[in-house]
């Protein structure tokens, strides 16, 4: 009943610039936190930002400077804006979607949603 889209992956030279998007689609009342992992084949899946519903934020430390996260809670949508991109910034980005409240149809419920996924490279 929710899906996790996200877009603006890309390949982007170190020190160059990428957006991501993630939008939240159904019939949802309300989002408690949306966020962003990151992760690199053979690696496990880490956290890179979360914004909650109030506009806090939180960030790993090595995208700190760099990476700014913002929301919109009236489109259900979380961006992630990444600066100064490293090699190391390399991996596939997932956007997450906790505490999203949906109707059903005949109640609400609440639970945690995952996007696909979205490529970045930074490379030469």
């Known amino acids: 009943q929710v899906q996790l889209v996200e877009s603006g992956g890309g390949l982007v030279q170190p020190g160059g610039s990428l957006r991501l998007s993630c939008v939240a689609s159904g019939r949802i009342s309300s989002i408690s936190v949306m966020g962003w992992y990151r992760h690199v084949p053979g690696k496990q899946r880490d956290f890179v930002a979360r914004i909650t519903s109030g506009g806090s934020t939180d960030y790993v430390d090595s995208v700190k400077g760099r990476f700014s996260i913002s929301r919109d809670n009236a489109k259900n949508t979380v961006t992630l804006q990444m600066n100064s991109l490293k090699p190391e910034d390399t991996a596939d980005y997932y956007c997450?979607?906790?505490?999203?409240?949906?109707?059903?149809?005949?109640?609400?419920?609440?639970?945690?949603?995952w996007g696909q996924g979205t490529q970045v490279t930074v490379s030469s």
């Open positions: 997450y979607a906790n505490g999203v409240t949906y109707y059903t149809g005949s109640r609400y419920n609440t639970r945690d949603y």
